[in-house]
């Protein structure tokens, strides 16, 4: 992508199991399994799937908070994945985390201004009245008062306090920020008065976003690109409108169906009347041990014997300009 401001290649994460007297490994967990992804600079990437399937995983494994195993991440045309010990200290200034939880989150033990200035201090920026000054700045700008500044987490509701994650987030006045599950814990009530916080700062700052949920209508409604994870691996990416729109994996199709009010049907071409997308049945694989092949083919309505074949993974398949989906018999 020309203007992209991350291009991730193949990034994989695996976790070692081990057992026994000597404590040998017995097995590898693949919680991020070879994905690939590019963000647009200013965009919004927005990344879903069901709980487990590795999406907060790749973006920790994308800040370098878990080192990849493998894989390329290139971040404002610089090698990201080779930097060492304080090169990456230094880049991390312009990548920032909007955690899921605003609970744990924070410090119960420090004030907001402390929570909000330590990246300042942490980095050596600004003398301590411009970091008093920035702390006041960055409240205003995501709707606390003032005096919040000398108040602690318990004093806030939920909401208040993912604004004060999103304030420290915001305080080395990064380029990319991942908000991983930000509204999950949050009442329905305060959703959108954060997702409208996130779309103003955007709009404010020219900030690129990751953003990550389960809720696929949340994912839409934020995110002009969609990807689509499964048990680790990237399974259908592209335009919003398209992915929504026009399902090409039965993993998307099945996601999408279950949103309530979707309306989102599978295309019959032997048939004049439309039906519903077919439910998905049994439960997700293991990661420890992933089905041989395409990994969804044990859920799969469509699979056949090719899906299934050991070490012939799914072919990727380009169904429109820009939508790819990695499937060998895509939902036409």
Same mark, same amino acid.
């Given at each position: 992508m020309k203007d992209a401001l991350l291009e991730v290649r193949d990034l994989k994460k695996h976790y070692p199991v081990t057992g026994g007297l000597f404590r040998r490994t017995v097995g590898t967990v693949r919680a991020v399994d070879g994905i690939s992804f590019d963000v647009e600079k200013g965009s919004t990437f927005g990344l879903a799937g069901e709980s487990g399937c590795g999406k907060s995983t790749a973006a920790r494994a994308v800040l370098r908070l878990e080192e990849p195993t493998s894989g390329s991440i290139r971040f404002n045309g610089e090698d990201f994945s080779a930097k060492g010990p304080e090169e990456l200290r230094l880049a991390r200034t312009d990548m920032q985390m909007i955690f899921q939880d605003p609970y744990s989150s924070l410090n119960p033990r420090h004030t907001v201004a402390k929570i909000i200035s330590e990246p300042l201090r942490v980095h050596n920026i600004g003398t301590h009245a411009e970091q008093k000054e920035r702390v006041r700045h960055l409240l205003d700008v995501v709707g606390l008062p003032t005096d919040a500044a000398e108040r602690y987490p318990y004093e806030f509701s939920g909401g208040q306090r993912q604004r004060v994650g999103i304030a420290r987030a915001l305080a080395m006045r990064p380029k990319l920020i991942i908000a991983d599950e930000p509204v999950s814990s949050l009442d329905v009530s305060i959703r959108a008065q954060i997702l409208n916080l996130l779309r103003k700062l955007q709009d404010q700052f020219g900030l690129t976003y990751i953003f990550i949920a389960h809720d696929l209508a949340l994912v839409k409604n934020m995110s002009p690109q969609i990807g /689509?994870?499964?048990?680790? $691996?990237?399974?259908?990416?592209?335009? +919003? !409108?398209?992915?929504?729109? +026009? &399902?090409? $994996? &039965?993993?998307?199709? #099945?996601? /999408? #169906?279950?949103? &309530? !009010? #979707?309306? /989102?049907?599978?295309? *019959?071409? *032997?048939r004049a009347t439309a039906k519903p997308a077919a439910p998905l049945t049994g439960d997700v694989p293991s990661p420890l041990a992933p089905p041989p092949g395409c990994p969804f083919h044990p859920r799969c309505p469509r699979a056949r014997p090719d899906c299934m074949e050991p070490g012939r993974p799914p072919r990727e398949v380009e169904v429109a300009p820009g939508h790819k989906v990695a499937c060998n018999h895509p939902v036409e």
């Open positions: /689509i994870m499964y048990l680790g $691996h990237l399974v259908e990416t592209g335009p +919003s !409108g398209q992915v929504f729109g +026009s &399902p090409a $994996h &039965p993993y998307t199709q #099945a996601l /999408i #169906a279950a949103v &309530p !009010g #979707a309306g /989102i049907w599978r295309r *019959d071409k *032997d």
